[in-house]
């Protein structure tokens, strides 16, 4: 009888970094070096455990033929129609017992095969390397049967020397890789758990000679115009840079002027670092960082961030991000006017870096360090206050370092996130300010600023902010002498954030508040056939957070959505305002760096929304910080007596490498006069006729007052009292969240299951008059609700007036008025467009003349919530139906009522009604961040209170 004997596989359970990888290094590509992509498509066999299999499939000759094929880069729960197993979503939960460093005998293993050709003219001096970029979470490394050695640090790169290994022809690289190791305590990101080899696998001739690491010093000094380069390289040569006449030995300082590199002026010098053996390109940006009097400054002046969280993801392909896909994402932001990006929560692909130097993105770089599962218990046994633990977090701050410490665009390095505090990163603060002291180091957990040069937080409130700005925070005398950055704020995750307009009021207003980061770029949605987009718990996972994971500016197709057009207008690089009555406009560059003169400025004068003559504006090469008074020209003469706006915009004057001349940047509007409001005498009077009532051009069923159709159009459902919507994340808030929920209290309330009660039916001598009184079930709060219907003959006019009766301690959802309509699809409107907006989440909304389909007036977040309002609308017309608003109203226009919003939980769950459902609302609850961070301010509540509102209604048929 033989056994069978289980290969080893205590390596996943040690703490260490792992065994056999070279010494990290600066990542860059050569320019005469061979180099071979193994990139492509690769054998593989995935086991339910670690030891499941033995070793043999490293050996030269072994026959995988009935294996599966995967493609690398990727992630093997992502291919394979599920049979390589699932994707799991959890934010901070550890989807296996807490047990450090132990993980469960249940570890999915995929070993990968390859086996790939050396070229013919590939050189036979013998040198060479094998740089994994990106493997979770642990790897074990074999090439032609000889093992290289073992890893983990899933998005850090690994290298190995291989060139005694290679052979002319056929070679077989195997890679065996398990979900889970000791290093998943170290990875506990708020994003899918996705193993696999998913960033590139490349192979690398090392000439003899050759570059082995360098680090690129670049300072400028603000007060002479000059930068000091220096390149310190562990081979000698030479460092050339054509354009600043710079040839020097490595090592050697050189002074000269030269245009500074910063986020507005991304100014990068070519250069080429030439040793005996190899050639290696350099992007060199000059640029100084320092923290001086209280503020981070680069180049002299403080900055201001207005900045985003980025995850990596790919709707179909995970992290596994082609070069393109990393463009779009940098492309996008400057285009909607970031200026900064924290790499959320792990160094990104290093292309993305190269994108944020030569486009100008502030990048904070952030280590692949999460402990966030650890709360759970208080913080026991955290990783980061384990000494055992302290050479794997020194490793992966310096595989960060290295790998990335020739980037202008890196200002921070951070140490990771929710990592509790402790002594092991204490240790990686320290090395790093060793290593790197021509920049910060930044942690938000770290309140008392022990090892960081910034103070950090998530989701302060507002009112927190401010006191922080004026320093009244209290915390120990280092960190009120320290700036202030919101590495996390507004809660982008479905319909929202709320309140952006409201906090960079206070990152402006305040000296050291230097901006913030949203949470976060890009919804992390799985493509699905099924579902749309897929998020936690549609994977059948033990453990999952929802949709927690889809919480991004940009939808999972990279759509921008209303949140980012939000913030692109939020954080405008030039502030434009105006007297619209003496036609003057207040032009204020609000840069850190850069003057006016990349835009042009144009005005234009709507009359009811629609332009009637636009021109030019000149306006000075502002320098940053600096104001001007611009004249606009006499108004145009204009026949209609309707509504008048001024519109000025900045535009770019040239095309850019980001985008095209005519892309706007900033604009403001600002009114000539006051609105005309509608207004009729009341001359028809309500006629009862054989069970309905005839009022103008209406009819309404006399026994209850519901109308029935205006002219020749049919009303599905009368306009009636409607207070509910399909709560946003946003109002559902947070399990762990103090403040108030209100979707859960509205809820509680019974607002989603209102009851009216019919009073009375009144036809009078100049109006008919509906009473009710509108109420949940099992409360004694109510709204009595009244009806007041006139006509002039052609038009019909609703008032309606709301009284609150009982204790109200809860703001409502929305206030106004639902009815349906059997046919609509076209819808025009006067008013705010030409997307959604909610009253904290306004800003973006410009007065004009609107177009849409009732599809396209629909947001397409991942989990259907709320979403489509138009602001500040003056009138709109759809399904045969002109509604006049006095005062202006919000309105919505959908094939599905909200009850079935509510009900869905992915968009394929709804299905287009016979009938268009409108609403009408005088108010509306503001959003906010409550999804994570706080709620809406005071200020956009939705009291319950006695008002008053009306619409007229017309045909247009």
């Known amino acids: 009888m033989s056994f069978r004997t289980t290969p080893s596989v205590d390596y996943v359970e040690d703490v260490s970094p792992g065994s056999g990888a070279l010494p990290p290094r600066a990542w860059y590509a050569s320019s005469d070096a061979r180099s071979l992509s193994l990139n492509g498509s690769w054998r593989f066999r995935l086991s339910a455990t670690a030891g499941a299999e033995d070793d043999s499939f490293?050996?030269?000759?072994?026959?995988?033929?009935?294996?599966?094929?995967?493609?690398?880069?990727?992630?093997?729960?992502?291919?394979?129609?599920?049979?390589?197993?699932?994707?799991?979503?959890?934010?901070?939960?550890?989807?296996?017992?807490?047990?450090?460093?132990?993980?469960?005998?249940?570890?999915?293993?995929?070993?990968?095969?390859?086996?790939?050709?050396?070229?013919?003219?590939?050189?036979?001096?013998?040198?060479?390397?094998?740089?994994?970029?990106?493997?979770?979470?642990?790897?074990?490394?074999?090439?032609?049967?000889?093992?290289?050695?073992?890893?983990?640090?899933?998005?850090?790169?690994?290298?190995?020397?291989?060139?005694?290994?290679?052979?002319?022809?056929?070679?077989?690289?195997?890679?065996?890789?398990?979900?889970?190791?000791?290093?998943?305590?170290?990875?506990?990101?708020?994003?899918?758990?996705?193993?696999?080899?998913?960033?590139?696998?490349?192979?690398?001739?090392?000439?003899?000679?050759?570059?082995?690491?360098?680090?690129?010093?670049?300072?400028?000094?603000?007060?002479?115009?000059?930068?000091?380069?220096?390149?310190?390289?562990?081979?000698?040569g030479r460092v050339l840079v054509p354009a600043l006449d710079i040839d020097v030995a490595t090592g050697e300082p050189v002074t000269v002027a030269v245009r500074p590199w910063t986020a507005e002026t991304p100014k990068l010098y070519d250069g080429v670092l030439a040793t005996d053996g190899e050639r290696v390109p350099l992007r060199i940006g000059f640029r100084t960082v320092v923290l001086e009097d209280g503020l981070v400054k680069v180049n002299g002046t403080a900055v201001l961030f207005k900045g985003v969280n980025r995850h990596e993801w790919h709707p179909e392909r995970g992290r596994a991000l082609d070069l393109e896909t990393m463009r779009e994402d940098v492309l996008l932001m400057k285009r909607h006017n970031l200026n900064a990006v924290r790499t959320s929560h792990y160094p990104p692909h290093p292309a993305f870096l190269d994108l944020c130097d030569e486009y100008g993105l502030w990048v904070i770089d952030e280590c692949d360090l999460e402990t966030h599962g650890f709360t759970e218990q208080d913080w026991r046994d955290n990783p980061v206050d384990d000494d055992r633990w302290t050479p794997a977090l020194l490793d992966r701050a310096a595989r960060m370092v290295e790998r990335d410490k020739?980037?202008?665009?890196?200002?921070?390095?951070?140490?990771?996130?929710?990592?509790?505090?402790?002594?092991?990163?204490?240790?990686?603060?320290?090395?790093?300010?060793?290593?790197?002291?021509?920049?910060?180091?930044?942690?938000e957990g770290d309140w008392n600023c022990r090892d960081t040069d910034v103070y950090s937080r998530m989701y302060a409130s507002h009112d927190e902010v401010e006191k922080i700005g004026q320093q009244l925070d209290g915390g120990t005398r280092k960190r009120r002498e320290l700036p202030f950055i919101q590495c996390e704020y507004a809660h982008a995750m479905g319909n929202g954030p709320g309140g952006l307009a409201d906090y960079q009021e206070l990152f402006e207003k305040y000296d050291r508040l230097q901006g913030g980061f949203i949470w976060e770029w890009i919804d992390h949605g799985v493509k699905h056939a099924e579902l749309g987009y897929a998020y936690g718990g549609d994977f059948g996972e033990e453990l999952h957070d929802g949709n927690f994971v889809c919480d991004g500016l940009v939808f999972p197709d990279r759509t921008p959505s209303p949140g980012l057009i939000e913030y692109k207008k939020v954080i405008e690089p030039v502030h434009i305002e105006g007297d619209g009555a003496n036609g003057i406009v207040h032009v204020t560059n609000k840069q850190d760096f850069a003057d006016l003169s990349a835009l042009a400025f144009e005005w234009s004068c709507q009359v009811d929304g629609e332009t009637v003559e636009s021109g030019s504006l000149s306006v000075p090469a502002l320098a940053p910080g600096e104001s001007a008074e611009v004249k606009l020209p006499e108004p145009p003469v204009d026949g209609r007596g309707g509504e008048r706006q001024w519109t000025v915009r900045a535009l770019l004057a040239d095309d850019t490498s980001w985008a095209a001349k005519g892309h706007v940047v900033a604009w403001g509007q600002f009114a000539v006069g006051a609105r005309p409001l509608p207004s009729f005498p009341a001359t028809d009077r309500p006629v009862p006729d054989e069970g309905r009532i005839t009022l103008g051009p209406a009819a309404f069923d006399a026994r209850s007052g519901a109308l029935l159709s205006i002219g020749g159009v049919e009303v599905g459902a009368t306009p009636r009292l409607d207070v509910w919507r399909a709560p946003t994340d946003n109002d559902d808030g947070a399990e762990w969240q103090t403040d108030t929920r209100y979707g859960m209290l509205w809820r509680t309330l019974g607002l989603h299951r209102m009851r009216h009660r019919l009073v009375s039916v009144e036809a009078g001598d100049d109006a008919l008059t509906v009473r009710t009184r509108v109420a949940p079930a099992a409360r004694e709060v109510g709204l009595d609700t009244v009806y007041r219907w006139t006509s002039d003959g052609e038009r019909l006019r609703l008032s309606v007036s709301v009284t609150p009766e009982g204790d109200w301690t809860v703001p409502l959802p929305r206030l106004g008025v639902r009815f349906g309509l059997p046919e609509a699809d076209r819808v025009e409107w006067f008013g705010g467009g030409p997307g959604e907006a909610y009253p904290d989440s306004k800003a973006a909304s410009m007065v004009g003349r609107w177009q849409s389909t009732v599809d396209r007036l629909q947001t397409p977040y991942v989990r259907p919530q709320e979403n489509g309002a138009r602001a500040d609308v003056r009138w709109v017309e759809l399904g045969g139906l002109r509604v006049e608003g006095d005062p202006e109203f919000w309105f919505t226009a959908r094939r599905w009522t909200t009850e079935q919003l509510d009900a869905a939980r992915h968009r394929t769950d709804l299905a287009a009604g016979d009938t268009v459902w409108v609403n009408l609302d005088h108010g509306l609850h503001g959003i906010g961040s409550q999804s994570c961070g706080p709620g809406p301010l005071p200020q956009y509540f939705l009291n319950a209170e006695p008002v008053e509102f009306s619409f007229v209604f017309s045909t247009t048929r």
Not at 428 to 443: K, N, S, T
């Open 406 to 443: 020739n980037h202008p665009s890196i200002v921070f390095w951070s140490l990771g996130n929710e990592a509790g505090t402790g002594r092991g990163l204490t240790a990686m603060a320290e090395w790093i300010h060793d290593r790197d002291p021509e920049r910060l180091v930044h942690y």
């Open 58 to 236: 490293a050996e030269e000759g072994y026959d995988a033929g009935n294996w599966a094929d995967v493609t690398v880069p990727g992630h093997w729960v992502l291919q394979g129609d599920g049979a390589f197993g699932s994707p799991i979503y959890t934010n901070h939960l550890y989807p296996f017992p807490v047990d450090p460093p132990y993980v469960p005998t249940e570890n999915p293993t995929g070993d990968h095969l390859r086996v790939f050709d050396l070229p013919s003219d590939w050189p036979s001096d013998g040198a060479a390397v094998l740089r994994f970029d990106g493997v979770e979470s642990c790897a074990r490394v074999w090439l032609n049967g000889t093992e290289l050695g073992e890893f983990k640090g899933s998005r850090l790169p690994h290298e190995f020397a291989v060139g005694e290994l290679l052979k002319p022809g056929s070679n077989v690289l195997a890679v065996r890789v398990h979900q889970w190791s000791a290093g998943s305590y170290l990875e506990d990101q708020d994003q899918w758990w996705l193993p696999g080899i998913f960033r590139d696998v490349t192979l690398l001739h090392r000439p003899a000679g050759s570059v082995a690491d360098f680090f690129v010093h670049a300072s400028y000094d603000h007060t002479t115009g000059e930068g000091t380069l220096r390149v310190d390289s562990d081979v000698d």
